[in-house]
């Protein structure tokens, strides 16, 4: 979703979300909080949304900035649950540019708003996610037992330029981004985390990996040569097992669905769409991408997987990692 304080901070720093016109049903989505988001979490047999920031969030604006609005989005975001708690939580926007108030906004966030942990979007500029200044805020997300959401962003202008400038008919961008550049940019990171040693660190921090593993899931065995060179203190999967869930974001494949369930295993798994972005998108009746119609429930009742594996990964292996936090739910201050 997108806040009107985000998009003003936005505008002023010449960030580009998305590529989409101000009328575009996927924009007036990402806006909206109310009647039509409820309708369309009801057509697609969701119960619960946990809203967050659309991609890159506060991470790209000047640290001053990215601290003032962090805190007000996320004041606006716990007035939108506080609204509607039985179907709304959220995550926490976390203004990472000022690493020592990126700490202190996600305590505050969980401990005086109730939120369900924070979402965050790989680089913060040309800083890396595994960058040392970060180690406070993932020492803050261990010790309150939250999940960190990562979510992808656009590459680098250089590797835009380097591997998708120069196709035919507006291909590049897209497949800079939504098409493939985004999950392998954060697929690397999470690499980057591991290689880094931010898990041996902080053993217990618990991260969510979208997009069935952004990538990485499905390189793991070819990976995992590196561990050696890497002086990890585990095998690489171990980290995948021990510290990562994993979402579909709304790509309704059984494929990835049965790989991931593999790889990881059901109880580290989390249904989740990637609204609006996957409602009612089949472009030439593509249909990987579309939750719409009731989809996200059916692709969830049809999964091969017992009754009790797809209640777990419905919801709740989320209670599993989340309903240890207050809710902290305040009345709500009419404007």
């Not at 059916?298 to 292996?317: C, H, M, R, V, Y």
Request: hydrophobic share 40%.
């Amino acid at each position: 979703m997108v806040l009107p304080v985000v998009l003003d901070a936005w505008s002023r720093a010449g960030v580009s979300p998305h590529g989409y016109g101000d009328d575009h049903p996927v924009t007036r989505r990402l806006r909206d909080v109310g009647d039509q988001r409820l309708a369309d979490m009801d057509d697609q047999g969701l119960d619960v949304a946990v809203l967050s920031l659309a991609t890159p969030g506060v991470q790209n604006l000047a640290a001053a900035d990215a601290v003032s609005v962090a805190r007000e989005a996320n004041d606006a975001l716990a007035e939108i649950v506080d609204t509607n708690p039985d179907r709304f939580q959220a995550l926490a926007v976390i203004p990472t540019p000022s690493p020592e108030h990126a700490a202190v906004e996600l305590e505050r966030a969980v401990t005086h708003l109730g939120f369900r942990g924070a979402m965050l979007y790989g680089r913060t500029g040309d800083k890396p996610a595994d960058s040392p200044e970060f180690d406070d805020l993932y020492g803050i997300a261990e010790k309150l037992r939250v999940p960190l959401h990562f979510h992808p962003q656009t590459p680098p202008w250089a590797v835009h330029e380097a591997y998708y400038s120069g196709l035919p008919n507006g291909v590049g961008p897209a497949l800079a981004t939504a098409g493939l550049g985004w999950y392998y940019d954060l697929g690397v990171q999470y690499l980057r985390m591991i290689f880094s040693g931010v898990f041996d660190r902080h053993p217990e921090l618990q991260v969510i990996a979208g997009h069935w593993g952004e990538v990485v899931l499905f390189y793991l065995d070819h990976i995992g040569i590196l561990q050696g060179m890497a002086k990890l203190e585990r095998p690489l999967a171990d980290y995948f097992r021990q510290n990562f869930w994993v979402a579909g974001s709304g790509t309704v494949s059984e494929r990835y669905l049965r790989w991931t369930a593999e790889v990881v295993g059901t109880d580290r798994m989390l249904y989740s769409t990637d609204y609006p972005y996957t409602f009612g998108t089949r472009p030439g009746g593509f249909p990987f991408l579309d939750t719409s119609n009731g989809a996200a429930r059916t692709f969830l009742e049809q999964a091969p997987f017992t009754d009790e594996e797809k209640a777990a990964i419905g919801s709740g292996n989320w209670n599993r990692l989340t309903g240890h936090i207050p809710t902290n739910h305040r009345p709500h201050q009419p404007a």
